[in-house]
């Protein structure tokens, strides 16, 4: 599949339509071997309805074959039927154009034969006519012209298969140097986009760190004040005091120890997700690591825009315990969807003003061997013509600057990298806004 989809973006991008046509059949047939129905006739219809003047060609057969399929195990007996007989009136009319075009080769055949047969005739009772030295020079000249004929067409032949030749190579050392160009500027969008998400996320730790920082200073400039207090008591020999201050020092120190560790364990962790990626999966705390992407990107959104606010919440099942992924690459999806789920909050937010009151739902549950990971918002949602094509690179609903369309489509890798599966919902029909979106993630438990 995501051969395909470097393959049809090129395609569309060099403007070889035979070749989308073919590619989109392609993506129809994948879908149907892997029982993904609408899928299936999404690409099939895209091939049937194109502008294709010539309606014979193998790509056309079998997206026609796919939809009468498809149609029919979806119960759409219409549909089937019609896509069926056609699939059959191509059949039919390919057999029957094969059979007379093979009649007419007989026929031709035989006329041919007859015509040689006639000029054999006439060529003997010519040769009887003329003298044998006449006949011989004709015969002579004859095979002098044809030799010069044949060798003037050759010669002409020759030329154009090497101007064909030399065009080709021109064009394939063009093509070349626009894959390298187009791998070139994809490496730099995919270092954008991974640049682009580290920068939120370490906005997001640093503001994950500043709040029991805070605490730490604050209580221990009080503690500062409690020690001189005690002081002064003792030097009045006011022991009651003295204690009292002390207990209220203890208690200080106590919380300090608390916000201190805090802001150790958010360092500890985050240097945990930040090392190398290796590849290599390990048990990890889908619970925690939701959470804590949750926080960071919220986090990182409020410090662009003091203004933003969103109410989070959380509904995580406690008894999934840890399954072994790639936390760096887990967490980076995480981000992303939050990312997209705070925007669009935030998009509706301007629509409709402070009656709206924007939240982000994330959820975890264990069902059988597979553990479910859901990030629901209550925003815009997402146009319906465009959501099955929100997973392909540099496709993106967002404005101009403000998205390079990898995020959802870097994301869709990670999840198939991890045996997954990475689905999305939304209720959003035409230009009106819908009630929200919901982002669904499949990891084998």
Not at 31 to 51: C, G, H, L, P, T
Not at 58 to 79: C, H, I, P, R, W
Not at 385 to 413: E, H, N, R
Request: hydrophobic share 35%.
């Amino acid at each position: 599949m995501t051969i395909y989809r470097e393959a049809i973006h090129l395609a569309n991008q060099n403007q070889f339509f035979w070749d989308t046509l073919q590619i989109m059949s392609g993506i129809s047939t994948l879908f149907k071997m892997q029982n993904k129905r609408d899928s299936s006739i999404y690409y099939a219809q895209e091939v049937v309805q194109s502008k294709d003047p010539f309606r014979q060609h193998e790509a056309y057969f079998e997206a026609v074959n796919n939809l009468g399929q498809m149609y029919k195990l979806t119960g759409n007996t219409d549909s089937a039927l019609k896509y069926m007989e056609i699939s059959h009136a191509i059949s039919d009319s390919s057999k029957n154009v094969k059979k007379n075009r093979e009649i007419l080769n007989n026929s031709f055949n035989e006329k041919i034969k007859q015509r040689e047969i006639i000029s054999a005739q006439e060529k003997y009772k010519s040769k009887i006519q003329f003298y044998a030295v006449v006949g011989g020079l004709l015969i002579m000249l004859f095979i002098t012209v044809m030799l010069w004929n044949n060798n003037r067409h050759r010669k002409k032949a020759y030329e154009l298969l090497q101007n064909q030749k030399e065009e080709t190579e021109i064009q394939k050392k063009r093509v070349e140097e626009a894959m390298e160009e187009l791998k070139t500027t994809q490496a730099q969008l995919i270092q954008s986009e991974k640049m682009a998400s580290l920068g939120e996320l370490t906005t997001g730790i640093a503001h994950e760190i500043q709040n029991p920082l805070n605490f730490v200073n604050n209580f221990a400039d009080v503690n500062t004040e409690l020690i001189d207090e005690a002081e002064r008591a003792l030097e009045q020999d006011d022991k009651e005091e003295s204690k009292k201050l002390m207990a209220a020092v203890r208690e200080n120190e106590e919380k300090i120890k608390y916000h201190g560790g805090r802001a150790d364990a958010i360092v500890k962790s985050m240097l945990l997700h930040s090392r190398t990626n290796t590849g290599q999966k390990e048990p990890t705390d889908i619970n925690a690591l939701a959470d804590e992407y949750l926080r960071l990107a919220y986090h990182g959104l409020r410090a662009k825009d003091k203004a933003f606010n969103a109410i989070m919440k959380t509904e995580f099942d406690a008894g999934i315990g840890k399954i072994k992924v790639i936390s760096q690459d887990i967490g980076r999806v995480l981000l992303n969807l939050y990312n997209n789920a705070f925007y669009a909050v935030t998009e509706k937010q301007k629509m409709q003003g402070s009656d709206f009151n924007p939240m982000v739902t994330v959820s975890t549950k264990k069902s059988g061997n597979k553990i479910l990971i859901t990030v629901k918002d209550n925003g815009n949602g997402i146009p319906k013509q465009v959501k099955d094509k929100i997973f392909q690179p540099f496709f993106t609903t967002k404005p101009a600057g403000q998205g390079t369309g990898l995020g959802l489509s870097l994301s869709y890798d990670i999840v198939k990298s991890h045996g997954g599966e990475i689905n999305v919902e939304s209720n959003r029909d035409g230009e009106s806004p819908g009630t929200g979106t919901k982002f669904s993630i499949e990891l084998p438990g």
